[in-house]
């Protein structure tokens, strides 16, 4: 049977180890927002839902008016289209508006106050946190419980 090939002690690769000094609050305050990065990473996904199934939504339309006046509703394919095509979601903007703003402003933001806070507090290691949580959880020895990869 072949045994792991280890980091000294078991220990995560250097990138994954905690700074000489860093206290346990500090780890787990980076950890959270780290865990809120990562939320605003799938709210980021969903607006990018919301911005494409929104397009999506007012393509079909157009079929749903050529139907319409189709079937002689020449007054409801009207105001379909006079009312809804090409209608702003949110006063004066578009889906792509709104993500644009997004991206350029919160999740910018956020994006770089989490990358400041992590180089300043942990010489920039990411996912300090979890690297203890997988050591405190794995079985060293154990196939599929490898330290790295």
């Known amino acids: 049977m072949m045994t792991e090939p280890e980091e000294p002690a078991g220990l995560p690769d250097p990138c994954h180890r905690r700074p000489e000094g860093l206290d ?43 139907l319409l006046r189709q079937a002689g509703h020449d007054k409801w394919a009207d105001r379909i289209e006079r009312e809804l095509i090409g209608r702003n979601v949110i006063q004066g903007r578009w889906t792509f ?43 060293p020895g154990q196939p599929g419980h490898e330290v790295i990869p």
């Open 24 to 66: 346990d609050v500090t780890v787990d305050a980076l950890g959270r927002l780290s865990k809120a990065l990562e939320t605003i990473h799938r709210v980021r996904g969903h607006l990018y839902s919301f911005h494409q199934l929104t397009g999506t939504a007012d393509f079909e339309l157009d079929n749903a008016v050529r």
């Open 97 to 139: 508006q709104i993500v644009e703003e997004y991206d350029d402003g919160y999740y910018a933001t956020f994006q770089e106050l989490e990358r400041q806070a992590r180089n300043e507090l942990a010489g920039g290691r990411r996912h300090l946190y979890e690297a203890e949580l997988k050591q405190q959880r794995r079985t």
